[in-house]
């Protein structure tokens, strides 16, 4: 089995920071793709960056050059640092990973209980 286990999250006035944490622990032998989505009430839950098995690093448009994606490879952790926060990014964030438990099989998708992050104007 494998945990995602997210922290970070919290109140913040608009044009504030946070910096969001992803641990993945548990049966592991490698992480593959990792990366942060978000929902809001009534909206379907988006990707808002990741950082792809080769190590390219993809953003939502929205979040470009606000949002700051990064890994440890070592600790199997993911960061996401959050700048110049709107309103609009008030959500639940969660982190997603497709993990292999033993070399030779393949991935397994895996998401995090999610995180509040909420943005007051």
């Known amino acids: 089995q494998v945990q995602l286990m997210e922290s970070g999250g919290g109140l913040v006035q608009a044009g504030g920071s946070l910096r969001l944490s992803c641990a993945a622990s548990?049966?592991?032998?490698?992480?593959?793709?990792m990366g942060w989505y978000r929902q809001a009430p009534g909206i379907q839950r988006d990707l808002v960056a990741k950082v792809t098995k080769g190590n390219n690093y993809v953003y939502a448009d929205s979040v470009k050059e606000r949002f700051s994606i990064s890994r440890d490879y070592a600790k199997n952790t993911l960061y996401l640092q959050m700048n110049m926060l709107k309103p609009e990014d008030s959500a639940v964030y969660y982190c997603?990973?497709?993990?292999?438990?033993?070399?030779?099989?393949?991935?397994?998708?895996?998401w995090g209980r999610g995180t509040q992050v909420t943005v007051s104007s």
């Open positions: 997603h990973a497709d993990v292999v438990s033993r070399l030779g099989q393949p991935p397994s998708p895996y």
């Open positions: 548990g049966t592991i032998a490698r992480v593959d793709d």
